[in-house]
């Protein structure tokens, strides 16, 4: 891997960068970007043949100052102690940089659920749930789902949890199934704060996002429903795409009817609504006004960066762009809205969720979405704010600013101690 992709040497640099700004000791910058604890396991299985098979799981606890670890579980075959860890260093920032009382973790198992029964995935996480329920707990840590994760593994875990505890703690995980504790709205909630980030961001550069063209790469979770709600605000979805290609059409798609194609097929390509079919990287760069990186990091690395055309990116997965693409973008007019803003959806919600199962009482959807909106509307400020205080080079680096901050902030109170 070269450092360009490094995910957690691109974390770093983006703490780093801020830090120095904010004339930051060495030390302190040293404490910002060094997990607490990684945790590696290996989970050994019975598949349905009876054969066994083990695997590498891992769950990084970053920073606790704000509040206990939050963050999501991935499984995919690419996960490493070193994605978890960048990971959930950026889960550190983003808690602080929406202001929820959280800190910052991560994990996941390295395999490819596609190619395992329902009953082995349910297997692999009930023995996932047992191997980190030593260090989690509603006050210590709180998973929640993440790329190829849902409600269906958060039941999971709970119960495993709960039978292992004899307890009933619906709060120890987030991202759960309604009638299991969820929230309304949490399954949205990524989705729709990427939709408030592009249309905040819209209005801040004096642009309309009725008619604006949008491309959107990984049509998953998040990807789906930002499209949906930016169709809906008037904006022409031209681009979508996912692991196995793009679609597009000028004229622009239904999102719904895309996402009901892909759900029955497994893929958005063959779409009959698509007048073309393209790569991925063909999508990144086409002529759009808002594009959407919505699958895995490093989607976008400096080489690329040189053709984007978009003028505004809002970044819905974690780490989209290398810290170089970074660099290139920042020397043209295209305005970069970060993750730990944009796609920090999910955990404002999954903390009103947990909000909810602590005092058993229940919100309305509206409810939900006017207070997710009141954090996202409020960050978004505050980024501005930064970047023009700071004379900041990204607004990247204006949210980290006002995040690394707010992390200092609660360190210092609580000092350094033993
Ligand atoms: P998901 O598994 O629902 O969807 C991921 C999508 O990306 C899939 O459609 C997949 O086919 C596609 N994809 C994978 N590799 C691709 C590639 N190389 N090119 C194009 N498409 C590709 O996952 P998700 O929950 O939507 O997460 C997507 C991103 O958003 C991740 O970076 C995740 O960390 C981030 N995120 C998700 C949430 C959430 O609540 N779901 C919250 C915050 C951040």
């Given amino acids: 891997m070269s450092d360009e992709s490094d995910p957690y040497q691109n974390f770093r640099s983006q703490v780093t960068d801020a830090a120095e ?59 490493t102690a070193e994605e978890v ?8 920032f983003k808690c602080a940089a929406i202001d929820v009382p959280y800190g910052g973790g991560k994990g996941g198992i390295s395999f ?13 996480t009930r023995a996932y749930a047992t191997a980190i329920r030593p260090i989690i707990g509603v006050d210590e840590d709180i998973p929640a789902p993440d790329v190829n994760t849902g409600q269906r593994e958060m039941n999971w875990i709970k119960d495993t949890y709960e039978t292992l505890e004899d307890t009933t703690e619906p ?155 970074d660099e290139v973008l920042a020397e043209t007019d295209t305005i970069v809205i970060p993750d ?11 903390y009103f969720e947990w909000v909810q199962n602590r005092q058993q009482f229940y919100w309305s959807e509206d409810r939900v979405n006017e207070e997710l909106e009141s954090h996202v509307v409020d960050a978004f400020a505050e980024m501005v704010d930064a970047y023009e205080t700071y004379d900041a080079d990204t607004y990247r680096e204006a949210m980290y600013l006002v995040a690394i901050k707010r992390v200092v902030r609660a360190m210092d109170e609580a000092g350094v101690w033993p």
């Fill in 171 to 325: 709060g120890v995980v987030t991202g759960k199934a309604l009638e299991s504790g969820g929230s309304q709205g949490r399954v949205e909630a990524t989705g729709r704060s990427v939709m408030l980030a592009a249309r905040e961001a819209f209005e801040y550069r004096d642009r309309d996002l009725q008619d604006a063209t949008v491309a959107v790469q990984g049509y998953g979770n998040a990807g789906s429903v930002a499209a949906k709600l930016l169709d809906e605000f008037g904006a022409r979805i031209v681009a979508v795409s996912d692991s196995s290609g793009a679609i597009y059409n000028p004229g622009g798609f239904n999102p719904r009817d895309v996402g009901v194609f892909k759900s029955k097929t497994g893929t958005v390509s063959g779409y009959e609504g698509a007048t073309e079919e393209m790569s991925n990287d063909e999508l990144l760069t086409s002529e759009v006004d808002l594009l959407i990186p919505a699958a895995l990091e490093n989607a976008i690395d400096s080489q690329l960066a040189e053709d984007v055309s978009a003028d505004i990116i809002v970044e819905a997965a974690n780490g989209p762009l290398t810290t170089a693409a």
């Fill in 340 to 350: 730990i803003l944009a796609n920090a959806g999910g955990v404002t919600v999954s």
């Fill in 21 to 79: 700004l904010l004339e930051l000791e060495d030390g302190v910058i040293e404490y910002l970007t060094t997990p607490k604890r990684v945790q590696k396991s290996h989970l050994t299985i019975e598949r349905d043949d009876g054969s066994l098979e083990t695997f590498a799981a891992y769950r990084s606890q970053f920073n606790d100052d704000r509040g206990p670890f939050k963050g999501g579980i991935r499984y995919h075959p690419m996960v």
């Fill in 85 to 92: 860890t960048a990971l959930s260093g950026w889960m550190t």
């Fill in 112 to 124: 490819d659920p596609d190619e395992y029964s329902e009953s082995e995935v349910e297997r692999l």
